[in-house]
């Protein structure tokens, strides 16, 4: 257990600064966490005899995040489809060693991770790089956009009765930052609330053949609890839209927990416990990070078909 806290606090601290700071250090550690999953990936397959294209793959997760990083939509799509194209042919060039399994496992790797995490890059990058002349777009500017779909819903009418009182810290942060923060918070949010309240009360099983301690209990304190935190986050610190956190952190909370059972069934067919060591006491970067692969990119397009930036 204390490893485990001293663990969390120093990954907390790189966290935190590679957030505020964006730019290169965030990138490079995007790039980082990727080729570290992707190497829990591909020895997770091996011990159950998949072989992927490790290097051709961990080549391919480079060059994705470089692309997501200069914000070239076409290249890194140009990137995918290639990887894939060489990755299949490999299995005519080399028919005595690669199969058919190897190849699609090798895509659905590179997919699985390189895509989400681009889209974290994507996500810290959106508003806070600017044009030659512009300046940085910052948490405030956006906070009072109001041409959106869920506005013209006019969901704020069924509130009136309550005093208008501002929530927000005022907190003024680049845009980007600010929405990283809010994603991170409700996915550390959902797990946390999850295990703690599945703990306590938890009786009626999830997905018992997938995940065995996963309780129904504790996927509805998850949504409670993630919704609670897009709210303190997005609107208390950062005064983004009130409803717009609400909707945010009911869907995080859902796509946090498909995104730790996908993890898990990769984990049961493999065999093993935990993906891998590098984080002592909580397991490798899969076991921390799968639930981003799935918050990154349904918080992303959420973001923008809410027209929040």
Known sequence: MVLRIITGIIGIAIAAFVIQYGGAPFAGFAMLLSLLAWHEYSSAFRRAGVITTYIFGALALILLLCCAWLGNVEELLAVLTVSMMLI?????????????????VS?????????????????????????????????NEIATNNATIFDKLDLGKFLDF????????????????????VLFACTWA????AYFVGSAIGSHKLASSISPNKTVEG???????????????????????????????????????????????????????????????????????????????????????????
């Open 190 to 193: 959902s797990d946390t609330f």
């Open 219 to 309: 996927f509805l304190g998850s949504i409670v609890g993630t919704v609670l935190t897009a709210v303190i986050v997005g609107t208390i610190i950062f005064g983004l839209p009130l409803i717009k956190m609400a909707i945010a952190g009911f869907i995080l909370a859902i796509a946090a927990t498909l995104g730790d059972l996908v993890e898990s069934v990769l984990k049961r067919f493999a065999g093993i416990k935990d993906s891998g060591f590098f984080l002592p006491g909580h397991g490798g970067a899969l076991d921390r990070f799968d639930s981003i692969l799935y918050t990154a990119p349904v918080f992303y397009y959420f973001v923008i078909l809410s027209g929040i930036a």
């Open 107 to 139: 895509v659905a790797g590179i997919m699985y991770i390189g895509l989400p995490f681009a889209h974290l890059v994507f996500l810290r990058f959106l508003t806070d790089e600017p044009q030659p002349g512009e300046t940085v777009t910052t948490v």
């Open 88 to 104: 299949f042919l490999l299995t005519v060039i080399l028919r005595g060693s690669t199969r058919p399994t190897d190849a699609c």
């Open 162 to 181: 309550l005093p208008s009182i501002d929530l927000s810290l005022n907190v003024n942060v680049d845009a980007g930052c600010a929405l990283v923060w």
